[in-house]
């Protein structure tokens, strides 16, 4: 079904390639807003009545151009790149108002020809998925994150079209609604969205290996009750591993599962979990709790637990540096009464459970991070090329080439250890934990890298939120520090390394 989805949407692509040229001819132009406006309300319609046909499938369309013309070397008739301020007064490549595209995506990740392409090596079928998501994030998400940033609003209306998308459970298999896709699929739509949004992205990323752990270690009857409705997102996940003493040493976490002394069906769980993304907003927790008198990895379970249960609550939303658009809160157990068929796995298997789904969660987040520089990239390129000083654009002084070509050698680098991870971990490879590990560190540190470069690059206006590159390093700061900080990521790769010792 969900290769027949994409099959479908190949053929929704046809119309859109005839306006191709005379779009191109207008992205660099003033007149570009209403031109891609149009074309990106195509391609948004297009997809949806695909998603129509086929469900909740991945819809690997939406194509504003046609894998056809990659082939060719033909140009991205698409400036993705919205931007919107509070008054609409600022003035960016020389365009005002509420919503202002720049030419940045069109030029850099969606090009065939440029360094910072992210087409390279991609098929038809994985090229059309990078178009789908980069299309939705220009048209939903692009022009409203700074609003969402500012004001940190959490877009449940965005993330529930996402899963009407199918990108709730992309790598999840089919029988109970996922998308079964690849694990590579779903490295290049986080990184899309990412562009319009890292931490929208994130969450979805977060939801995403909430839904797969459900499908693959949950009984017949809890993947039958949940993952139908993670996948759609009518249901959302959370994932909570993290403790207020057991951060690293996650396998050293407190919080408790005992077997009730009135039912011996029912397990009883206390404790709290510290900085949980989507806590308070979310409907499903998945909890790792210590139900064995072992210490460490080998007595924690995994429990589902629903948003409404008796003695669940959440504390205050975080103040945060970044990912404002997604809410960070402490989960609290108070004697909460869970069912043992909730648990995930056998009873000790929750560690390794939750290791596995950080596996690809690692990955994941490596992709929101090359999302987020490719933005930033397209930005102050377009910056470097419209702005003087002394007589030319900043684009032609060589420092300026140098900083762009180190960008460029950063962002090939992150994404070809993403992609290569993801690659791994689909396959089942041995080597799919310390590739996930190694793939997060590089990314998560060098694109933090590129996009200080690319801020640098704009000087005072870098600093200013009307040019969104501050916001990208503020959401991609705690890339380095979630899901396995990099000191963790080097411990685990070091490990690998010295393994036949």
């Known amino acids: ?17 005839a306006v191709a040229p005379a779009v191109t001819a207008r992205v660099s132009s003033a007149s570009k807003t209403s031109a891609t406006t149009t074309t990106t309300a195509k391609a948004t319609a297009a997809a949806s009545a695909t ?35 509070a008054n609409g007064n600022a003035s960016f490549g020389g365009m005002t108002g509420q919503k202002r595209f720049a030419t940045g995506w069109a030029t850099t990740a969606l090009s065939p020809t440029s360094p910072f392409s992210a087409t390279v090596g991609l098929d038809d079928e994985q090229l059309m998925f990078y178009e789908t998501a ?8 692009a022009p409203h994150a700074s609003k969402w940033d500012a004001e940190s609003i959490f877009p449940k209306d965005v993330v529930h079209e996402l899963g009407n998308l199918g990108f709730g459970a992309m790598y999840t298999s089919e029988e109970h609604g996922g998308s079964g896709a690849s694990r590579l699929d779903a490295a290049l739509v986080f990184e899309a969205l990412s562009m319009g949004c890292p931490a929208t992205s994130a969450y979805l ?29 009518e249901a959302l996940g959370s994932y909570c591993l993290t403790e207020p003493g057991s951060g690293s040493d996650a396998a050293a976490l407190r919080t408790t599962a ?63 540096m970044g990912w404002n658009a997604s809410p960070t809160r402490p989960v609290i157990m108070q004697d909460v009464k869970v069912h043992k068929s909730r648990m995930l796995g056998a009873p000790g298997e929750g560690f390794k459970i939750a290791m596995k789904g950080l596996d690809g969660g690692r990955i994941n987040i490596g992709a929101c991070s090359i999302g987020a520089a490719a933005a930033s990239v397209g930005i102050a390129r377009e910056y470097v090329l419209e702005r003087t000083a002394f007589g030319k654009p900043l684009a032609r002084f060589q420092n300026t080439e140098f900083v762009f070509a180190d960008m460029a050698a950063k962002l090939r680098t992150s994404r070809l250890a993403i992609r290569d991870a993801a690659k791994l971990l689909h396959e089942r490879s041995p080597l799919a934990t310390s590739s996930a590990a190694l793939a997060k560190l590089t990314a998560t540190e060098q694109c933090f890298d590129v996009i200080n470069s690319a801020l640098q690059t704009l000087g005072g206006a870098g600093y200013v939120a009307d040019y969104q590159i501050e916001r990208y390093l503020r959401d991609a700061r705690v890339h380095s520090i979630l899901e396995g900080s990099s000191e963790i990521m080097r411990l685990v790769t070091a490990r690998a390394i010295f393994a036949d010792q």
């Open 134 to 141: 980069a299309a939705f994030a220009a048209e939903n998400i």
């Open 51 to 85: 998603s129509a046909m086929g469900g909740n499938r991945l819809v690997a369309g939406g194509s504003l151009l046609g894998s056809g013309n990659y082939a060719n070397g033909g140009n991205v008739p698409f400036a993705v790149h919205m931007r919107s301020s």
């Open 205 to 233: 990323s977060i939801h995403n290996m909430c839904t797969w752990m459900v499908d693959s270690f949950g009984s017949d009857e809890l993947r039958a009750e949940f993952v139908p409705r993670m996948a759609t997102m």
């Open 1 to 17: 079904m969900f290769r027949a989805a994409s099959a479908a949407v190949r053929a929704t692509t046809t119309a859109t390639m």
């Open 258 to 320: 005992v077997v009730s002394s009135t039912d011996e069906d029912v397990y009883v769980l206390n404790g709290e979990k510290a900085f949980i993304s989507g806590a308070g907003e979310t409907d499903v927790y998945l909890i790792m709790a210590r139900t064995g008198s072992e210490s460490g990895a080998k007595g924690v379970s995994c429990f589902l637990v629903d948003a409404e249960s008796d003695g669940l609550s959440f504390g205050g939303k975080l103040d945060k």
